[in-house]
Nanobody, 122 residues
Framework: VQLQASGGGSVQPGGSLRLSCAVS????????ITWFRQRPGQGREAVSC????????YYTDLLKGRATVSANNAKTTAYLDMNNLKPADTAVYYC????????????????WGQGTQVTVSS
């Protein structure tokens, strides 16, 4: 099983980014993909979740209203589109997979991808 996160980079405040999480070794349609972020010196915080079996989307307050989670039709890649980014959004972003349902708990994720760095700075 492999989750490959990509798409991070440096953007100015107010900018946008699309993060991707390419999934192999599991059937994404049977899993929920949760995006987490970890800011320097802090623990991982859940940002959003897509339950691919139902298409249900969930967001925490961290990026609510500024993010959209989705997956491609082939259900091989999940996306996190972020807009109006702020310096406080600077973090390493991770994708994780959990069988069937969403959970904000890091310990309840089955698989993790490596992180992708997002830096928001002028």
């Amino acid at each position: 099983v492999q989750l490959q996160a990509s798409g991070g980079g440096s953007v100015q405040p107010g900018g946008s980014l699309r993060l991707s999480c390419a999934v192999s070794g599991i059937t994404l349609g049977n899993y929920a993909i949760t995006w987490f972020r970890q800011r320097p010196g802090q623990g991982r915080e859940a940002v959003s979740c897509l339950r691919t079996s139902s298409g249900s989307r969930y967001y925490t307050d961290l990026l609510k209203g500024r993010a959209t989670v989705s997956a491609n039709n082939a259900k091989t890649t999940a996306y996190l589109d972020m807009n109006n980014l702020k310096p406080a959004d600077t973090a390493v972003y991770y994708c994780a997979a959990r069988i069937d349902t969403c959970s904000w708990a890091t310990l309840e994720q089955d698989y993790w991808g490596q992180g992708t760095q997002v830096t928001v700075s002028s």
